[in-house]
């Protein structure tokens, strides 16, 4: 059931009892900013751990376990061009419970409090102990980032990528300048305009009655969602064009053990005839299963790389490899990744691959039925960019057309766009 309460504030409900838990989700969507990304990030952490009525991270936790050990998250994450501020609680199905009736009710309560509900000192801060505590922590995790230089080689490769999109550059989880010089009462007035002008789909998967819970949601929410006129949601996607034309190259060095690569290409739309789930089969084979050509090549026979891998992000057509290797091997590695590329242009893959390919991309397709998430995802995009998503018959309709001059035709139709080298000692 889909339902719009008001106007940017849309409930989707999914009736389902094969699992044994109901999850209760709520985002907040607005477009990606680069002054913004940081403070989403804490206020997401502010407010799940305290609340006017459970003033302490303890305190959630114990009402956690009142309600059968209920799990409350919340997180920010990149949606397309938009920064996704989601809150969510999954819960026992009330069903498996002896007497407990009210277990929709509790949790979504809980929920309700953590989102509108925050810990304040006053009308114009939150409480100093849960924003210093939060901030501390925060930047804590942003400094351990240099730590990791898979990561810091795949953020190098991003600000190639998007370069000419400021509002990308800098990480969905925050900068460690800006939160430096956040406020208490920077973040309480920002959690005002958020809460009252992002686009908010409410979603709820497991065993629910979904006129009760829409009623319930009306009736705890109204004058908290249903009252503002939301700003609206527009999709735009990035062109690469001029990184086709120039591709972008970076390189740094530090006293690491071991050396990264990160290579980004676009993925230039094939014929609509061909499947959609050509570019997939091409990036299994190519470098995103444990059987592909870079992963038995360039590491297996070769031994030019500790770890090398490819994956593929539908949602803006880029493909992106990346491997760990000893600096003097940086070369080979990346003559030997050119050669797998054509490898793939030739159309030298066997029959066998492309079974194996389509045999995995089927098997992902079944097992991700089997996680609640999947049909908050699925209601999700079919809210925000209902294009991307298939149905199980068109799935099994495109992946029976899928054949080798559809993988063929992707890997001509790769771009190399940027590539990061990261070079140790």
Same mark, same amino acid.
């Given at each position: 059931?889909?339902?719009?309460?008001?106007?940017?504030?849309?409930?989707?409900?999914? $009736?389902?009892?094969?699992?044994?838990?109901?999850?209760? &989700?709520?985002?907040?969507?607005? =477009?990606?900013?680069?002054?913004?990304?940081?403070?989403?990030?804490?206020?997401? +952490?502010?407010?799940?751990?305290?609340?006017?009525?459970?003033?302490?991270?303890?305190?959630?936790?114990?009402? /956690?376990?009142? !309600?059968?050990?209920?799990?409350?998250?919340?997180?920010?994450?990149? !949606?397309?061009?938009? +920064?996704?501020?989601?809150?969510?609680? /999954?819960?026992?199905? $009330?069903?498996?419970?002896?007497?407990?009736? *009210?277990?929709?009710?509790?949790?979504?309560?809980?929920?309700?409090?953590?989102?509108?509900?925050?810990?304040?000192?006053?009308?114009?801060?939150?409480?100093?102990?849960?924003?210093?505590?939060?901030?501390?922590?925060?930047?804590?995790?942003? &400094?351990?980032?240099?730590?990791?230089?898979?990561?810091?080689?795949?953020?190098?490769?991003?600000?190639?990528?998007?370069?000419?999109?400021?509002?990308?550059? #800098?990480?969905?989880?925050?900068?460690?300048?800006?939160?430096?010089?956040?406020?208490?009462?920077?973040?309480?007035?920002?959690?005002?305009?958020?809460?009252?002008?992002?686009?908010?789909?409410?979603?709820?998967?497991?065993?629910?009655? =979904?006129?009760?819970?829409?009623?319930?949601?009306? *009736?705890?929410?109204?004058?908290?969602?249903?009252?503002?006129?939301?700003?609206?949601?527009?999709?735009?996607?990035?062109?690469?064009?001029?990184?086709?034309?120039? =591709?972008?190259?970076? &390189? *740094?060095?530090?006293?690491?053990?071991?050396?990264? !690569?990160?290579?980004?290409?676009?993925?230039?739309?094939?014929?609509?005839?061909?499947?959609?789930?050509?570019?997939?089969?091409?990036?299994?084979?190519?470098?995103?299963?444990?059987?592909?050509?870079?992963? @038995?090549?360039?590491?297996?026979?070769?031994?030019?790389?500790?770890?090398?891998?490819?994956?593929?992000?539908?949602?803006?057509?880029? @493909?992106?490899?990346?491997?760990?290797?000893?600096?003097?091997?940086?070369?080979?590695?990346?003559?030997?990744?050119?050669?797998?590329?054509?490898?793939?242009?030739?159309?030298?893959?066997?029959?066998?691959? #492309?079974?194996?390919?389509?045999?995995?991309?089927?098997?992902?397709?079944? #097992?991700?039925?089997?996680?609640?998430?999947?049909?908050?995802?699925?209601?999700?995009?079919?809210?925000?960019? =209902?294009?991307?998503?298939?149905?199980?018959?068109?799935?099994?309709?495109?992946?029976?057309?899928?054949?080798?001059?559809? #993988?063929?035709?992707?890997?001509?139709?790769?771009?190399?766009?940027? *590539?990061?080298? @990261?070079?140790?000692?």
């Amino acid at each position: 059931m889909r339902e719009v309460l008001a106007k940017n504030v849309v409930l989707n409900v999914k $009736p389902l009892t094969q699992f044994r838990t109901i999850k209760i &989700q709520i985002n907040f969507l607005r =477009p990606i900013n680069k002054d913004e990304s940081t403070k989403r990030r804490l206020l997401a +952490n502010v407010l799940s751990n305290s609340t006017k009525k459970y003033p302490s991270f303890k305190a959630i936790n114990d009402r /956690e376990m009142e !309600l059968y050990g209920a799990e409350v998250n919340a997180y920010t994450r990149s !949606l397309l061009n938009f +920064n996704d501020l989601g809150f969510s609680v /999954e819960f026992a199905d $009330p069903s498996f419970l002896i007497g407990d009736t *009210d277990q929709v009710e509790n949790n979504l309560d809980l929920l309700g409090d953590i989102i509108f509900e925050p810990n304040l000192a006053s009308d114009t801060e939150f409480d100093s102990t849960a924003f210093n505590v939060e901030k501390r922590n925060m930047m804590s995790n942003l &400094q351990a980032v240099q730590d990791n230089q898979d990561l810091v080689s795949m953020l190098e490769l991003s600000k190639l990528i998007h370069q000419d999109e400021p509002n990308k550059l #800098i990480p969905i989880f925050g900068n460690e300048d800006q939160l430096r010089d956040l406020t208490n009462a920077q973040l309480l007035d920002y959690y005002h305009d958020a809460i009252a002008n992002d686009f908010v789909l409410i979603n709820v998967v497991g065993n629910v009655d =979904p006129e009760k819970f829409a009623n319930l949601v009306k *009736d705890k929410f109204s004058a908290r969602l249903l009252k503002q006129k939301r700003n609206d949601l527009s999709i735009k996607f990035e062109k690469f064009d001029k990184l086709i034309a120039d =591709p972008a190259h970076g &390189q *740094d060095k530090k006293e690491v053990n071991q050396s990264r !690569l990160a290579i980004g290409y676009y993925v230039e739309k094939i014929d609509k005839e061909f499947s959609h789930l050509a570019p997939q089969a091409m990036n299994l084979i190519l470098g995103g299963d444990d059987q592909s050509q870079l992963f @038995l090549q360039v590491r297996e026979k070769n031994s030019l790389a500790y770890s090398v891998s490819s994956s593929y992000s539908p949602n803006n057509h880029l @493909l992106t490899i990346t491997a760990g290797l000893d600096a003097k091997t940086i070369k080979q590695a990346m003559d030997l990744i050119e050669v797998q590329l054509d490898f793939m242009r030739s159309g030298k893959f066997t029959d066998e691959q #492309i079974e194996h390919a389509k045999k995995v991309l089927f098997t992902r397709r079944q #097992i991700s039925s089997d996680n609640i998430q999947h049909y908050i995802m699925r209601s999700i995009w079919e809210s925000v960019y =209902p294009k991307a998503m298939l149905s199980e018959e068109a799935y099994k309709a495109e992946l029976d057309k899928l054949d080798r001059k559809h #993988i063929i035709a992707v890997a001509n139709n790769l771009h190399l766009i940027a *590539d990061y080298k @990261l070079i140790g000692e």
